[in-house]
């Protein structure tokens, strides 16, 4: 029970401490800099995307149109199903795009610091 009993202590110790920043974390870091806001806005945009799509498909295979008042829903359900799907078709090019353009940007840092840790 004695050796548990260190290696717990040691473990809740160990997060207390102050960690030192190394080369490798801030190479991660700026990586997560370079591809976290394209995820994000990937996700969000594919997401309304898709919600688009399927409020046209809703207004064309269900009564909704009817409840909310439309004579004929099935015109305007098409209209609104494929401009979803195009953009959830543009979702990609625009991701890749806006991945590129930020990884130009941050390049040269990337590559000094990989460049440093591959040669220590």
């Known amino acids: 029970m004695q050796k548990n009993e260190q290696r717990t202590a040691e473990k809740i110790r ?3 401490m102050e960690k030192e920043v190394t080369d ?7 990586d997560r800099k370079v591809t976290g806001p394209v995820k994000t806005f990937s996700y969000t945009f594919g997401s309304i995307a898709a919600i688009i799509m399927g409020a046209g ?4 295979m269900t009564d ?3 409840t909310l008042g439309m004579t004929e829903p099935m ?3 098409i209209a609104i199903g494929i401009t979803g799907m195009a ?3 543009l979702n990609y090019p625009i991701y890749k795009a806006m991945l590129h ?4 940007k941050y390049a040269p840092e990337i590559l000094d610091l990989s460049d440093k840790i591959i040669n220590e």
């Open 64 to 66: 909704i149109g009817t």
């Open 101 to 104: 353009s930020r990884q130009k």
């Open 87 to 89: 953009l959830a078709l």
């Open 24 to 30: 490798l974390d801030r190479l991660r870091e700026i």
């Open 57 to 60: 498909m809703s207004l064309c």
């Open 14 to 16: 160990a997060r207390y």
């Open 75 to 77: 015109l305007p359900g």
